[in-house]
């Protein structure tokens, strides 16, 4: 048996204190003694932030070195950390670890291919832990495939078929044996591993099932393992069990590893008393999220005698750290993940009054909030709670947090170390890139560590601006906050060992200037990337003069007719010629206004696509009133946009005049709130006891507002322009907006059959509200325009989504939200669905059995890389293999990037089920692109589309 000693990782508190202190003689004596305990390996894991990973790896190597040559072996979840990692140890030892995950495989095998290193390789991929043997196969054999191409031998490698949590998950062993039987059957030589103590997370006297799961898998042929060495039951259990399963010619090594021993005393396990049971129940109820239960759960949990600090500890914070745990691994999803916070929550408000001074709150204190601008609130109160649920205090200031509000606070609290800081809307990023920039030139600065976190915020643009850690999860956000919290910074930070003097002040304002200077330099210094495709523009070698612009009484598209056959073709899927484009350019004599930059189409504009320049002060929109719902002052301030732009390639002229993605929840008795750069939709129902069904109002205040603003700008656009059909949405989304977020999750696991009856009649309203809007604004052939897409259909044609779906599970989904995207999908003749944030894309497969559905947005948020970079090519290759056109949003980058991204995305998908949305541009640019365009996508194949026989 291969024993991979566990004891040197940095997320076990005393290691963690180790690396921390600098206490080497603690790194050298564990290390000393594993290796005399018979360990293989011994796994070295740092577990601390990853600009100071590599640095404290080494560190722990070294020290390691000095007192054993026992292999390292070398454990980070960044590849980068493990290669750089590996050139520390003397000799070749054990990587730990690869998977289908992202592009680990290919940055670790190239290193070891070429020497004695052997490897750990996780059966999972982009997608989480498979649920079943055979999806884990697939993901086996997949890297198995690269284990060939990199000319690695079987036997160097150790297999982790993955083992999940026993209590969450009955089938966690015969799962991972079924696993380990097929795979050693197919490769005798390999070796298969674990980190078995997964197994029994969460449960009472954990010895029992980890010593009882090493029996049943080695039996199965798991002959490598992530273990104690000294821990002398679980050694005596692996060398007995390799005698038994006729592994251990005459019992030798079991007999040379015992046979000096005397015998020692067995004491049998106390039976289960009536508090171990109460504890169980505490910890059940907070892990299944029962919030009616769990107050009785823990006052029984005291009345037994057990310890309220236990309680707290091992029965609450203990199940959410099960919950968290499976949360990332896509066990469970956000809706249950909430209700286990809520649970927790009651239960400590029970357990308050037992609890020791200082006991609750003891990690720490962290000041939470959205930035300002931005109302979202669900995401942060789950952060808030799993804060909680670690055991620190939370000093919530809510939402549309101004910079000043968090600075009084973080001055007014002094024990107050961490700063939590989230932001939903890409157009409140800045806001958030504002904020830490004001938190960083504060005094307080080094007492404090800055978090960020949110739907559209990358590691990239925390990186970026300057904040401490980005975490992509409520629970990741605990897991980093208890970093803080056991490295000590936060005791030490609170008891004011951080706070400057005057001097360490000067100091410390020179440093932030010093490093302001440094970052411009490097910024100005960066290399640039040698470019696959060479894009050649110089706008003064450009000829706009070949574009013909409509003349008086042409209106403001000439080639309109075109236009409409090349979207009639896309719904099709038989476009010929190049991707249908939306091309929006500056007419020259407003070049002028504009400074180069990109301009987003959409909602930030709100009333058009793009940005007006040098537009009177007479049109200027006084109050929201005059923006958003004036018919005569709206359209005059489109046409002023026409006017000064021109609609190329597929764009056309079409006027947005949404009230906000989500009005039908307006017409169900929302209140609207119109805010420059968005509109709310205010929650008004506290619950749905005694709400009648929801039903057509043609009274409704709000819908007859919009109904006959829609007309009106409808009979002033005449045939110049398109009025869009409104984006009324659909679904749980609608609910979501009448009973909030958060409510709306705790509905779905509390009632989930009203909320199912509840979106059927959602659905059934959406087209008696789609069609009054529908026959206001059709042409003559039946078609309609919709909304910020800028897409045209020859009929009745709809974006159709589910934003909420990023928050459920694919078993959900399918349950109450696909049948009722095909319903709504059969109703009309062309559909495109907006895909929304990478939590959404676990729904693909149900989306795309859909026949209804005949193109695909996806959109990942305008912090992240657009739809035409290689990240998203999963998503693409799903929508074109199940016969769906795509429709891309592009711009990452420059003006040379975007032709740049594009040609690879046409390269591979082909031209004729493409559309691409391309930010406002200058004419010379425009015609630039559409001269590329002609020359080079046109009637592109795609390697992709090929592949499929197609």
């Not at 892990?287 to 091992?314: F, R, S």
Request: glycine letters at 8%; charged letters at 25%; proline letters at 5%.
């Amino acid at each position: 048996m291969i024993i991979i000693g566990e004891k040197l990782n940095g997320s076990i508190p005393s290691v963690a204190k180790a690396i921390a202190d600098k206490d080497a003689e603690l790194i050298k004596e564990r290390a000393r003694k594993q290796a005399e305990a018979g360990a293989t390996f011994l796994d070295v894991c740092a577990s601390v932030e990853e600009d100071v990973e590599v640095e404290t790896l080494k560190w722990m190597i070294d020290l390691v070195q000095e007192v054993t040559d026992t292999p390292i072996c070398v454990d980070s979840p960044s590849a980068k950390s493990c290669v750089a990692a590996i050139p520390f140890c003397k000799r070749p030892g054990l990587v730990n670890s690869v998977s289908l995950e992202g592009d680990k495989i290919d940055r670790i095998f190239p290193v070891i291919a070429d020497t004695d290193w052997e490897c750990v390789a996780l059966l999972c991929d982009n997608d989480g832990i498979p649920d079943s043997v055979e999806r884990r196969m697939k993901v086996f054999h997949g890297i198995m495939e690269k284990a060939k191409e990199y000319g690695i031998a079987p036997s160097r490698l150790h297999i982790d078929p993955l083992v999940v949590t026993l209590s969450t998950d009955e089938t966690a062993l015969t799962v991972f044996a079924d696993c380990c039987r097929q795979i050693k059957a197919e490769y005798p030589e390999i070796h298969i591993t674990s980190g078995l103590s997964n197994i029994s997370f969460g449960l009472p006297v954990r010895k029992n099932i980890n010593q009882a799961f090493m029996v049943l898998a080695m039996n199965a042929g798991m002959d490598s393992a992530i273990v104690d060495p000294t821990n002398k039951n679980m050694i005596g259990m692996i060398y007995a069990t390799d005698a038994l399963l006729e592994r251990d010619e005459y019992c030798l090594n079991y007999i040379g590893k015992f046979q000096d021993r005397p015998q020692e005393s067995e004491a049998e396990a106390a039976p289960q008393t009536p508090a171990d049971e109460k504890m169980l129940a505490v910890f059940k109820a907070t892990q299944d999220g029962k919030n009616k239960e769990i107050g009785k759960c823990v006052q029984d949990a005291i009345d037994a005698g057990c310890d309220p600090t236990a309680i707290l500890n091992d029965g609450m914070i203990g199940a959410m750290a099960v919950v968290g745990e499976n949360f990332k691994k896509e066990i469970i999803f956000v809706p249950q993940m909430l209700a286990a916070a809520r649970a927790m929550k009651a239960g400590v408000e029970v357990l308050k009054p037992y609890l020791a001074t200082g006991e609750a709150g003891s990690a720490g204190k962290i000041i939470l909030g959205t930035v300002a601008g931005d109302l979202h609130d669900i995401g942060k109160n789950l952060v808030g709670m799993m804060f909680e649920s670690a055991g620190f205090e939370v000093l919530d200031l809510g939402v549309d947090v101004p910079i000043q509000t968090f600075i009084d606070t973080v001055n007014e609290h002094k024990d107050a170390t961490i700063v939590a800081l989230s932001a939903l809307l890409t157009t409140t990023m800045p806001s958030l890139r504002d904020t830490v920039a004001a938190l960083l030139e504060q005094p307080f600065r080094p007492r404090i560590k800055i978090m960020v976190g949110g739907a559209p915020i990358t590691q990239e643009f925390a990186d970026e601006i300057g904040a401490d850690a980005y975490t992509e999860d409520a629970a990741s956000a605990a897991e980093q906050a208890k970093k803080y919290a056991d490295s000590g910074f936060c005791a030490k930070a609170a008891a004011g060992e951080f706070d400057l003097t005057e001097e360490e002040l000067k100091a410390f304002e020179e440093k932030r200037a010093a490093e302001k200077t440094e970052a411009a330099s490097k910024e100005k210094a960066a290399p640039v990337k040698e470019a696959a495709v060479q894009v050649n523009f110089d706008k003064t070698k450009v000829d706009i003069s070949k574009v013909r612009l409509p003349g008086p009484g042409e209106g403001y598209k000439l080639n309109w007719e075109e236009t409409k056959e090349k979207f009639r073709n896309y719904w099709a899927h038989k476009n010929t010629g190049r991707p249908l484009m939306c091309v929006i350019a500056r007419r020259p004599e407003i070049e002028q206004y504009s400074d180069g930059t990109p301009v987003d189409g959409g909602y930030l504009g709100q009333i058009c696509q793009g940005k007006y320049y040098n537009m009177p002060d007479e049109l200027m929109w006084k109050d929201m009133e005059d923006k958003y719902q004036d018919p005569q002052r709206i359209v005059d301030r489109y046409r002023f946009f026409c006017d000064t732009h021109a609609f190329l390639g597929e764009s056309f002229p079409n006027l947005n005049v949404d009230f906000g993605p989500g009005s039908l929840a307006a017409y169900l008795g929302s209140e609207i709130g119109f805010k420059e750069d968005t509109v709310w939709f205010n929650k008004c129902l506290d619950g749905w006891d005694g709400v009648p069904k929801l039903q057509f109002d043609p009274e409704n205040k709000w819908f007859k507002k919009h109904i006959n603003l829609v007309k009106s700008c409808r009979e002033l656009a005449g045939n110049d322009f398109y009025v869009d059909m409104p984006d009324l949405m659909e679904n749980i989304d609608v609910l979501a907006s009448l009973r909030g977020a958060q409510e709306t999750l705790f509905d779905l696991l509390d009632e989930p059959e009203k909320v199912g009856e509840r979106i059927q009649e959602v659905t059934d309203v959406y087209y008696d509200y789609y069609d009054c809007f529908y026959d206001a604004i059709k042409d003559e052939e039946g078609g309609n325009a919709y909304t910020v897409f800028q897409i045209w259909g020859p009929g009745r044609t709809v974006k159709l989504q589910c934003d909420f779906s990023a928050m459920m599970s694919p078993e959900d989904f399918r349950k109450y939200i696909q049948p009722s995207l095909r319903t709504q999908s059969e109703n009309v003749d062309h559909v495109l669905y907006h895909l929304d944030g990478p939590q959404a894309i676990k729904h693909m497969d149900a989306l795309m059995e859909i026949d209804g559905i005949d193109a695909l947005q996806w959109t990942s948020g305008d912090a992240g890389p657009d739809g035409t970079l290689p990240d998203w090519d999963v998503i693409y290759d799903k929508a074109i293999a199940a016969g769906k056109s795509i429709w891309v949003k592009v711009y990452s980058g420059e003006f040379e990037d975007w032709i740049r991204n594009v040609d690879r995305l046409v390269k591979k998908y082909g031209s004729h089920s493409l559309f691409l949305l391309f930010p406002e541009m200058s004419m010379e640019q425009a015609v630039y692109l559409l001269d590329y365009a002609e020359k080079n996508w046109s009637d592109v194949k795609g390697t992709f589309c090929e592949s499929l026989g197609r």
